[in-house]
T-cell receptor, first 115, second 112 residues
Framework: GAGVSQSPSNKVTEKGKDVELRCDPI?????LYWYRQRLGQGLEFLIY????????KSGLPSDRFSAERTGESVSTLTIQRTQQEDSAVYLC?????????????FGSGTRLTVV | SQQGEEDPQALSIQEGENATMNCSYK?????LQWYRQNSGRGLVHLIL?????REKHSGRLRVTLDTSKKSSSLLITASRAADTASYFC????????????FGKGTKLTVNP
């Protein structure tokens, strides 16, 4: 597609439920990133995929968070047993190869509200 | 961990004025990038400046980088109401994993 697509755009879930967020990157972009942004805050790195290399999971805040990506295509971010503190906008971005050569292209995000 | 810190946190100016936002960071970098965010959703990449560059222009945007002071500035000239947004600097730390580390942003309001 022309841009990075994220779904759903909004998600309201009950505390304790699992949620799955989807990111469809730009075709040909080998690198894919997930960030979390709480209200009025900056972006918090979660996880980074680069081609077939092992992902950099250093930003995942707890073992309730996991992400998968098959090859250079769609990625899903799963949050198990959601808590109210998980409420945030989850942003996905993709880029061509090395981030040192250009910027990221971001999706519009998924706004997650845990009630 | 927070690498970039933008200053000021909020800036309000009149249309036509120039807006200057600053960013400081802590570790050596590969490059520094500026992004704009409207309405708390997706970010738009504005400009990238490499560690061996000192100044870069793109339209009404001017970015400077001072690696000795570990700081950068973003200047928007002849601002417009449509420039109202949050602006973030982000760095790619040298020698680390290839991920951008973002600051908390500057909220710019341009009044018509």
């Amino acid at each position: 597609g022309a841009g990075v697509s994220q779904s759903p755009s909004n998600k309201v879930t009950e505390k304790g439920k699992d949620v799955e967020l989807r990111c469809d990157p730009i075709s040909g972009h080998t690198a894919l990133y997930w960030y979390r942004q709480r209200l009025g805050q900056g972006l918090e790195f979660l996880i980074y995929f680069q081609g077939n290399s092992a992902p950099d999971k250093s930003g995942l805040p707890s073992d309730r968070f996991s992400a998968e990506r098959t090859g250079e295509s769609v990625s899903t971010l799963t949050i198990q047993r959601t808590q109210q503190e998980d409420s945030a906008v989850y942003l996905c971005a993709s880029s061509l190869a090395s981030v040192g050569r250009g910027g990221y292209t971001f999706g519009s995000g998924t706004r997650l509200t845990v009630v | 961990s927070q690498q970039g810190e933008e200053d000021p946190q909020a800036l309000s100016i009149q249309e036509g004025e120039n807006a200057t936002m600053n960013c400081s960071y802590k570790t050596s970098i590969n490059n520094l990038q500026w992004y704009r965010q409207n309405s708390g959703r997706g970010l738009v990449h504005l400009i990238l400046i490499r560690s061996n560059e000192r100044e870069k222009h793109s339209g009404r945007l001017r970015v400077t980088l001072d690696t000795s002071k570990k700081s950068s500035s973003l200047l928007i000239t002849a601002s417009r109401a449509a420039d109202t947004a949050s602006y973030f600097c982000a760095t790619v730390p040298q020698g680390g994993s290839e991920k951008l580390v973002f600051g908390k942003g500057t909220k710019l309001t341009v009044n018509p």
